[in-house]
């Protein structure tokens, strides 16, 4: 068998320390952390093992199993974890994780009857986790807020080192540069351009070019339709039809030189309406086609942005049938606030079946706890698609006071709703088969029925 260096080992099994002439220093701050330092190597003296020594891989790991205690993360914080009380395979990559900035609240090592698995504060860190754990050449799969590793437990150790050789900067750049999502700032670029273009209802030209024209080398299929509407798609495998829907109009112009104010997140206008409704979800729309491609869905995308929705859902009813006959299900991003999950007009007309507006609070759940829930609302182009059969929900985009001159977007609650609806893609397939099989429709509204391909 062959033998490693200590500081090797301890660097595996989840100790901070770092080389020194005179042997080994721990450099974690973590009381705790450095009494087990501390036990460990006084097991090693005792056995008359240097630590510029080497040691047998499974010996070292006896050691640490005197010590194990199985209490977990998930009674400390952060940095509070105490390293004896994690899995002995995972707890190498939990330290370093965390120490990368990807905050752990629980992980497990399988205990060889199934996958390790490593859970995380939100399905955005959860994302960052996997790219730097496939950076150093584990294979995950993420499932919700947590990652699941599928090498075996006993290989999990020696990738430890790869991601201790990463500075907190290198770590970053290596989750912006692979990020499935459009980065935090650019998102916010494109925002600010989309609330700077001229388009009340009826006169869509400038927005419909600007649309088309960050459409174009995304999608597989583009075309203005003969009404003004612009529909795309994206196909991406096997798997659902999905909508996504935004409208171009606004109910008014935007002052001319008027500036958009920047209070921290909070954006507004200087003078006259904002125009985050609904620029605010043609942002998402558009960034979901930007970045579909590096997601986990399969299926195709379709995209509808509507015209003079502002003026009776003109645009959407105009939609040709032939376009929606394949839909699935469909998610519009035209909602005030930032926590909306609208499942019907007024709580009389349903927009969707009861088990799909369940499905989709589930996942509001996961990706943003205690944020999103679902609600009656009033009158969009939800209306059009849930006419269609198809399951339709209507999402809070982070604006509130449309309309008028106080309207006001929470720019980080918009960037949310894309991270809902990306995860809501990714769900997708979970969705259309859970609607299926349970059958647990509102006894207003009938969906489709298509077999999952």
């Known amino acids: 068998m062959n033998k490693l260096s200590i500081i090797e080992l301890m660097v595996r099994f989840g100790f901070l320390v770092e080389a020194r002439v005179d042997g080994i220093l721990c450099i974690d701050s973590n009381l705790d952390n450095q009494q087990h330092f501390m036990d460990v190597v006084a097991v090693l003296k005792q056995r008359g093992i240097t630590l510029h020594g080497e040691m047998v891989e499974e010996d070292f790991i006896t050691i640490l199993e005197d010590f194990f205690e199985s209490t977990g993360e998930s009674l400390f914080h952060t940095n509070e974890l105490a390293i004896h009380t994690v899995d002995i395979y995972v707890r190498g990559l939990v330290m370093q994780l965390n120490c990368l900035g990807c905050s752990t609240t629980y992980s497990c090592d399988g205990h060889g009857r199934r996958r390790a698995e490593v859970y995380f504060e939100t399905v955005g860190v959860a994302r960052k986790a996997k790219l730097l754990l496939e950076h150093v050449g584990l294979t995950c799969r993420l499932e919700n807020r947590s990652v699941k590793i599928r090498n075996e437990r006993y290989e999990l150790p020696k ?76 196909s991406k495998g096997n798997g659902p039809t ?132 679902t609600v009656p609302g009033g009158s969009s182009d939800t209306r059009i698609w849930a006419e ?19 309207e006001t977007l929470d720019i980080q609650a918009n960037y949310g709703t894309y991270e809902f609806v990306m995860l809501l893609m990714e769900k997708s397939q979970s969705l259309m088969r859970r609607n299926l099989e349970r059958r647990t429709l509102n006894a207003n509204f009938r969906p489709r029925q298509r077999k999952l391909g």
């Open 159 to 234: 990738f430890v080192s790869g991601l201790a050789e990463l500075s907190k900067g290198e770590a970053d750049d290596i989750m912006d540069k692979n990020s499935t999502l459009l980065k935090e700032q650019e998102y916010y670029r494109l925002l600010e351009e989309l609330l700077s273009i001229y388009g009340v209802s009826g006169e869509e030209g400038q927005i419909r070019e600007f649309v088309t024209q960050n459409l174009t080398q995304e999608v597989d299929h583009l075309e203005v339709d003969h009404y003004g509407n612009v529909l795309a798609q994206i």
């Open 388 to 406: 269609q059969g198809i399951n339709s929900v209507n999402l809070s985009t982070g604006y509130n006071n449309e309309h008028t001159s106080e």
């Open 242 to 373: 999905v909508l996504i829907n935004a409208h171009l109009d606004t109910v008014y112009d935007f002052v001319e030189d008027r500036e958009i104010l920047k209070n921290g997140s909070i954006w507004s206008s200087s003078e006259g309406v904002l125009g985050a409704d609904d620029r605010a979800g043609v942002c998402v729309a558009l960034a979901i086609a930007k970045t579909i491609r590096n997601s986990d869905f399969n299926g195709t995308v379709k995209f509808v942005f509507t015209v003079e929705e502002e003026i009776g859902l003109r645009g959407a009813s105009k939609v040709a049938k032939s376009f929606l006959w394949d839909v699935d299900m469909a998610f519009v991003v035209d909602r005030r606030g930032t926590g909306d999950i609208v499942t019907s007009c007024g709580g009389y007309l349903p927009f969707c079946s009861a088990e799909f507006a369940r499905q989709v609070e589930r996942i509001g759940r996961i990706v943003h706890p205690g944020r999103w829930q």
